[in-house]
C-alpha cells in the first residue's frame, strides 16, 4: 500500500511544474457574520472571496483551532463557484462554536488542483463563556429539542455530566456523558433526548474521587415541534413488559423514503413512540449511517461536490446533537487522496470520454455506510466504483461493454484524510476472493436515478443500457478481536447482492485487503444446521457485526430476498444451488429473520445462536443488535403493506433458551427507515 504523503507530494510537486508562469490563487476576503467576540453557541458565517488567474475551478478547505490545540479539518476541499477569476465558496462556511470558551483560528485554504496552487488566511476570533459567575445557564439551540447547558469550572481530575428530567412527568432522569474537567474553563454540553414543549429540571454533577456533587438546577423549556416539517408517528403493536430492556429506553429512527420526494426527519422516540429528538436537512436528504459515543451522527447527504452532473450522495457529514456540522469531507477531494495513493479505480467520473472505453473506471458516490469505530477514532465508508468490461461480462446480452458496480472501502484518519482503502476491482480474480464473473445473486441492475441505486454516471450511448449492480456493500464493522488470535482488527463487511458476509485483511491499517473468507450460501463456511432449517443461510443481509465487543456471536439482519424468490437464473448458474428452489413454502418463511450466528474459523462452521423469523418481509434495509441484557433488536425496516403503505417494525426479540427462536417484547410501527437503534440515551449508542 502506497503512502499518501510521498504521492501527494509527487503530483503537488508535477502540478506545480506544469502550472503557467503567473498563475496566481490570492485569497481577497475572509470576514465573519458576527464581530467577536460572541458567546458560546452562536452560529457565524464566515464570507470567503478569492482570484485565480488561472480558470479554475477553485476550491475551497476550512480548519478551525480551538483554543491550546492545533488547526483541525472542518470541511475539506470543495469546489467553489466562479466568474471573470473571482470565487468563493458553494455555500458559505457555517461555524458554531459549542466547546470552550477562548481564542479560536478559522483558516481558509484556497486551492486550484489543475495547477497545485493554493493560498491560505487565518483569521482570530474570541469566544466568551455563557457563565459569569456560579450559576449554570441553560439556553436554546437551533433545534428546539436541545439546549446548551454551561456550568462553571470544575477542578482538574474530577469529571461532570448533566442531569436532566421532566419537572412534571413520571421518567427517570437522563444523563449526558461523562466529561474531564479544566479549571481553566467552563463546561458546556448538549442536552438532547427532551420531550417537546416541557419544563425540564437539569443540573451539572460532578465526580471527584468517587464523590459526587451537584450543582445548582436551572429550568429549561423545549420548544414546539416545527409546523413546517412532517414528522412521523408510531403505533406500539407490541408495548414494553417486564421482559423489555427498558434500559435500553431510546429507539433512533434513520429515516429515508426510496424512490420518492418526500422525506421524514430522522427522529428518535421513546419506547412509547413519543418523540424525543429529530434532525432534519434543508434540503435534498440525507442517510444516517450511525450515532456517535457521547453523541452526534455520522450522515452521507446530498449536495454539490467537484463532479457537476450529479449532487447525489456526494458529502459525508459528522454532525452534533442539535444539527452543527462538525467535519464534511465530498467525493471530489476523496478521489483525489485515492489517486495521490495509486488507487486506478477513483478518477472523476466526469473525466472519462463517451462512451466510456473498456478499462476505465471512477468513483461516484458515498452509499450505505461511514462508521467511526476504529481504533484513533478514525473512521470508515464506503463508495461506489464503476468499471467498464468486455461485452458479455456476467452474461450480459447486449454485446456492449458492461458498467459493472463495484464498492471501495475508505478508511479515513482523525482529520479524514485517506490513509487505506478496499478496493474491490483489486480482488476479483476469483475464490477465495470476488469473482468478477459471478453476477449479482438475482441478477440486480442500475440506472441514473433508479431507486435503491448510486448515481450510475458512466451509462450512456456505446454501453449496456443498465448497469451490473455486482455487489452493493450496504455495512463495514471493525473486528477489535478476531478469532486467530492477531492483536490487531480485520473489517467485516456485507455483500447484499453476492449474500456473503466477508472478513477482510485490514490489520489496523497494515493489511494487504485480501479476502480472508465468505459467509453465506456458497462461501467457505458449513452451517451446522441445529433446527432443520430449509434454508438455514442469510441472504441479501444488512448490518453484520461481531457482538460483545468482538467476541461474538455475528448479529445480522436476514432479509431473505434469495431464499423467498425461487434461486434460479445467475445464482444457480455457480451450481452450488442449483435445484434448490424457493425455500418460501410456510407463511412464516417467507419472511425475514433475525439472525446471531457464532462463527468458528477453525472448523470454518457457523452455528445459529438466534434464527428468528419475524412476521414481515422487509425487501430492503434493516438493523440488527444486541442488547445489554442478552434480547436482540431488530428493524424489517422496508414492509410494503400496500401500494402507497411502506412501514418499518422497531422488534425487540428475546430468545428462548434451548431454541434458535424467541419471543417479540417489543415492537412499534414507524414508517420506512434505513437502520434503527435502541440505546440507552443519545450520549451511549450501540457500538456494533
Avoid at 478547505?61 to 483554543?67: R, Y
Avoid at 447547558?149 to 461532570?160: E, H, K, N, Y
Avoid at 481504533?375 to 461493454?401: H, K, M, W, Y
Wanted: hydrophobic share 40%; proline share 7%.
Amino acid at each position: 500500500m502506497k503512502t499518501f504523503a510521498n504521492q501527494i507530494c509527487l503530483i503537488a510537486l508535477l502540478a506545480v511544474a506544469a502550472a503557467p508562469a503567473h498563475a496566481t490563487v490570492k485569497i481577497q476576503l475572509l470576514r465573519p457574520s458576527h464581530a467577536s467576540p460572541q458567546k458560546i453557541g452562536t452560529s457565524i458565517v464566515w464570507l470567503v472571496k478569492a482570484t485565480d488567474s488561472n480558470a479554475g475551478p477553485l476550491t475551497f478547505q476550512f480548519n478551525v483551532a480551538a483554543p491550546g490545540h492545533h488547526l483541525a479539518l472542518v470541511k475539506d476541499f470543495n469546489v467553489g463557484t466562479g466568474k471573470a477569476g473571482s470565487w468563493k465558496p458553494v455555500t458559505n462556511f457555517m461555524w458554531t462554536p459549542t466547546g470552550i470558551e477562548g481564542d479560536y483560528h478559522i483558516q481558509v485554504v484556497a486551492k486550484d488542483f489543475t495547477t497545485g496552487e493554493s493560498d491560505t488566511r487565518t483569521a482570530k476570533f474570541r469566544v466568551d463563556p455563557l457563565v459569569t459567575g456560579a450559576t449554570p445557564v441553560a439556553v436554546p439551540t437551533s433545534n428546539p429539542l436541545v439546549a446548551l447547558f454551561s456550568a462553571p469550572a470544575c477542578p482538574r481530575g474530577s469529571t461532570m455530566r448533566v442531569s436532566f428530567q421532566p419537572q412534571s412527568m413520571n421518567v427517570p432522569a437522563a444523563y449526558t456523558n461523562w466529561i474531564a474537567c479544566d479549571p481553566r474553563t467552563t463546561m458546556t454540553f448538549e442536552i438532547a433526548g427532551m420531550y417537546p414543549s416541557t419544563v425540564y429540571r437539569m443540573f451539572a454533577q460532578t465526580d471527584t474521587g468517587g464523590s459526587m456533587a451537584n450543582g445548582a438546577p436551572v429550568s429549561f423549556t423545549t420548544g414546539a415541534l416545527p409546523s413546517n416539517i412532517t414528522f412521523p408517528t408510531f403505533d406500539i403493536l407490541t408495548p414494553a413488559s417486564a421482559n423489555t430492556d427498558t434500559a435500553d429506553g431510546v429507539v433512533l429512527h434513520g429515516s429515508v423514503q426510496l424512490g420518492g420526494n418526500f422525506h421524514y426527519p430522522d427522529v428518535a422516540i421513546d419506547l412509547k413512540g413519543n418523540i424525543i429528538w429529530y434532525y432534519a436537512v434543508a434540503s435534498g436528504s440525507d442517510l444516517l449511517t450511525r450515532p456517535l459515543q457521547g453523541g452526534g451522527f455520522l450522515s452521507i447527504q446530498s449536495g454539490a461536490a467537484w463532479n457537476p452532473a450529479t449532487k447525489q450522495s456526494q458529502l459525508l457529514r459528522q454532525f452534533d446533537l442539535a444539527g452543527n456540522i462538525v467535519r464534511e469531507t465530498n467525493t471530489g477531494i476523496i478521489q483525489q487522496e485515492l489517486l495521490a495513493m495509486g488507487e486506478s479505480n477513483a478518477a472523476p467520473c466526469d473525466s472519462i470520454a463517451k462512451p466510456a472505453p473498456v478499462g476505465s473506471a471512477c468513483l461516484g458516490s458515498f452509499h450505505h455506510e461511514a462508521m467511526q469505530a476504529l481504533p484513533n477514532g478514525q473512521t470508515a465508508v464506503i463508495a461506489d466504483i464503476e468499471r467498464i468490461f468486455p461485452a458479455g461480462t456476467q452474461g450480459d446480452p447486449s454485446a456492449l461493454p458492461v458498467d459493472i458496480i463495484g464498492d471501495v472501502i475508505v478508511v479515513l484518519n482523525e482529520n479524514w484524510q485517506v490513509v487505506w482503502y478496499f478496493d474491490t476491482f483489486a480482488h476479483d480474480m476469483g475464490a477465495p476472493q470476488l469473482e468478477i464473473g459471478r453476477p449479482a445473486v438475482l441478477g440486480e441492475t442500475c440506472t441514473n436515478g433508479g431507486s435503491g441505486c448510486p448515481a450510475v454516471l458512466l451509462l450512456g450511448s456505446g454501453v449496456a443500457p443498465r448497469a451490473h449492480d455486482w455487489l452493493h456493500a450496504n455495512s463495514v464493522y471493525y473486528w477489535p478481536a478476531p478469532q486467530n488470535g492477531t492483536s490487531k482488527g480485520d473489517l467485516i463487511w456485507s455483500s447484499r447482492h453476492q449474500d456473503w458476509v466477508m472478513r477482510i485483511k485490514y490489520q489496523d491499517g497494515a493489511g494487504n485487503g485480501d479476502i480472508m473468507w465468505r459467509l453465506g450460501p456458497c462461501g467457505d463456511f458449513t452451517f451446522n444446521n441445529t433446527n432443520g432449517d430449509p434454508w438455514p443461510w442469510n441472504s441479501h443481509q444488512h448490518e453484520a457485526a461481531m457482538e460483545n465487543n468482538g467476541n461474538g456471536p455475528l448479529s445480522l439482519f436476514d432479509n431473505g430476498n434469495t431464499r423467498i424468490s425461487s434461486p434460479t437464473g445467475a445464482h444457480s448458474s455457480t451450481g452450488c444451488l442449483a435445484g434448490l428452489g424457493s425455500a418460501c413454502n410456510t407463511t412464516n418463511s417467507c419472511t425475514s429473520r433475525g439472525m446471531a450466528l457464532n462463527v468458528d474459523e477453525i472448523n470454518m462452521q457457523v452455528t445459529p445462536v438466534l434464527s428468528q423469523y419475524l412476521g414481515y418481509y422487509s425487501v430492503a434495509m434493516g438493523s440488527a443488535q444486541l442488547l445489554d441484557d442478552g434480547n436482540y433488536f431488530f428493524l424489517p425496516a422496508f414492509v410494503i403493506q400496500s401500494v402507497r403503505h411502506v412501514h418499518s417494525f422497531a422488534m425487540e426479540i428475546q430468545p428462548a433458551t434451548g431454541t434458535v427462536n424467541g419471543v417479540t417484547e417489543l415492537n412499534i410501527k414507524g414508517p420506512e427507515a434505513y437502520r434503527s437503534w435502541q440505546m440507552p440515551s443519545m450520549y451511549a449508542p450501540p457500538i456494533s
